[in-house]
Nanobody
């Protein structure tokens, strides 16, 4: 069984910062990629940032220059440092991992439960 658990969401004023963390645990053989999606009320879930093994990163245009995604490979953890937050960043942020479980030769996507980020004065 594989679980992803997020932490670090909350309420922050415009211009502020937050750091999200997500730990993947369980019977994991290898992780190809980890990252973050956001889902605002009434909108579809959208990619925020991802980091692939080897260090390649990809960001949504709306967060480039403000958000930084990073991984701790030894700890199966992905972080999202969010700076210069705007009201439009308000959303539920979901962690995902593209990984191979132990004993299975196929990659699967796993998702966390989501953490609320609210940017408001």
């Amino acid at each position: 069984q594989v679980q992803l658990v997020e932490s670090g969401g909350g309420l922050v004023q415009p211009g502020g910062s937050l750091r999200l963390a997500c730990v993947a645990s369980g019977s994991i053989y290898s992780i190809n990629a980890m990252g973050w999606y956001q889902q605002a009320p009434g909108k579809q879930r959208e990619l925020v940032a991802t980091v692939i093994s080897g260090g390649y990163t990809n960001y949504a245009d709306s967060v480039k220059g403000r958000f930084t995604v990073s991984r701790d490979y030894a700890a199966n953890t992905v972080y999202l440092q969010m700076n210069s937050l705007k009201a439009e960043d308000t959303a539920v942020y979901y962690c995902y991992a593209d990984l191979i479980p132990v004993g299975i030769s196929t990659r699967y996507e796993y998702w966390g439960q989501g953490t609320q980020v609210t940017v408001s004065s």
